[in-house]
């Protein structure tokens, strides 16, 4: 039988699929993959796809907290007796929020106007700063879903 909170840890899972998956997709094999591509081809894509991945990405950063925090207080009981796994993940979770906050924020703003002006070198300039924060963020993506998924077994 379903009760609330597997449909709560699978949503939590389901978010974290999706942002940390989308990260290693647009990382590791949509970057190489568009080398040959011109400047403005280049730039004008990757302006599409963050504008249809960063939707997806605000709908897991409030969903992956609030059923993070949902789990902490109804399974577990509350911070105090959940796991080491639990207070890491919530750290790590808190700072790729928080790096995505930043990201969105600025060097995303600011590239969204590189491009519609047409200031190629300008918007390369920006996507440089996205791309060195989405490889840190990818990083800690994995390393808080081994840690999520492995914790509970930690002796
Ligand atoms: C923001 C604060 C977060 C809180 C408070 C939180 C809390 C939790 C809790 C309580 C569990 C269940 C652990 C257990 O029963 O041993 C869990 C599981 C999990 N969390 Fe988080 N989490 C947070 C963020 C994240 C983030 C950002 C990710 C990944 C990007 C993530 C990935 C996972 C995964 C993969 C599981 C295991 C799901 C499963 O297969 O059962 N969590 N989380």
């Not at 978010?15 to 290693?24: D, P």
């Not at 519609?116 to 996507?127: E, G, I, S, Y």
């Not at 808080?144 to 077994?153: C, P």
Request: with cysteine; glycine share 8%.
């Amino acid at each position: 039988m379903l009760n609330p909170l597997s449909i709560i840890i699978a949503l939590h899972a389901i978010c974290a699929v999706i942002w940390v998956g989308g990260m290693f997709f647009a990382y590791v094999i949509l970057r190489p993959s568009l080398g040959t591509l011109e400047p403005p081809q280049r730039l004008t894509l990757w302006n599409t796809v963050f504008t249809r991945f960063f939707i997806w990405v605000w709908i897991a950063i409030i969903i992956l907290p609030a059923s993070g925090y949902l789990l902490v207080f109804n399974q577990l009981g509350n911070f105090q007796s959940a796991g080491l796994h639990v207070h890491i993940m919530h750290i790590l979770g808190l700072t790729m929020v928080g790096l995505f906050l930043f990201l969105y924020f600025s060097p995303y703003r600011h590239f969204r106007v590189a491009v519609a002006a047409k200031d190629w070198p300008q918007a390369a300039q920006h996507l440089n700063s996205i791309r060195r924060v989405v490889s840190i963020n990818t990083l800690l993506g994995l390393a808080t879903v081994f840690i999520g998924a492995s914790g509970r077994f930690w002796i």
